[in-house]
């Protein structure tokens, strides 16, 4: 069993910067890919990025260049450092764990992944 809990949400406004984070505990040993994921009310989830234990990154498109995943594998912990945010960005961001490290959910496949936070939930005024 994996917990992933997310913190660092909240209210900004446009072009501010905002830092998410997450925790995962309890079985989290060996290769793995943790992601980033949001969602708006009467849309379907959208991959964000996603970062494999070595560090490497991959980003969707929308999100690139503005934003960037992190991770401390010594609390395995991720970040999402979220630069120049729009009111389009307004979601409620989850993170989630693939516990098998498969190319399909590098690239953003959800259903790919075993386990997911709560959400917390990013505001961004214009």
């Known amino acids: 069993q994996v917990h992933l809990a997310e913190s660092g949400g909240g209210l900004v406004q446009a072009g501010d910067s905002l830092t998410l984070s997450c925790a995962a505990s309890?079985?989290?040993?060996?290769?793995?890919?943790m992601a980033w994921f949001r969602q708006t009310p009467g849309k379907e989830r959208e991959f964000v990025g996603s970062i494999i234990r070595s560090g490497s990154q991959y980003y969707s498109d929308s999100v690139k260049g503005r934003f960037t995943i992190s991770r401390d594998n010594t609390t395995n912990t991720i970040f999402l450092r979220m630069n120049r945010l729009q009111p389009e960005d307004t979601a409620v961001y989850y993170c989630a764990i693939d516990l098998h490290l498969t190319i399909a959910s590098v690239r953003g496949d959800e259903a790919k992944y075993d386990y997911w936070g709560q959400g917390t939930q990013v505001t961004v005024s214009s």
């Open positions: 309890g079985r989290t040993f060996g290769s793995y890919v």
